[in-house]
């Protein structure tokens, strides 16, 4: 038949092959932009306080865990406390 659709295994593979796809580049462009932000740490062209740095990798930190958590969700489901 050609009109067949395609299995559940083949739809898995095209979204996992397509997830490493858009997250290796997404990942490489967040890297480069860590790094040019790093180069604002040269104290020879820029002055900068201690606040300053305070904040920027307070809501660096803030928006890696929601993110980090986002990728989290449900694995812990169904796991009881035990002591």
Do not use: H, P
């Not at 997250?23 to 967040?30: D, G, H, L, T």
């Not at 180069?39 to 820029?46: F, V, W």
């Amino acid at each position: 038949m050609l009109g067949k659709s395609k299995s559940k295994t083949d739809r898995k593979t095209i979204k996992e092959e397509r997830f490493k796809r858009i997250a290796s580049r997404r990942v490489q462009e967040i890297l480069n932009k860590l790094r040019l932000l790093g180069n604002c740490a040269n104290r020879g062209n820029y002055y900068y306080t201690d606040e300053q740095v305070r904040k920027i990798f307070s809501a660096v930190d803030d928006e890696w865990k929601k993110i980090k958590s986002e990728f989290n969700k449900g694995k812990n489901k169904g796991k009881e406390f035990n002591l």
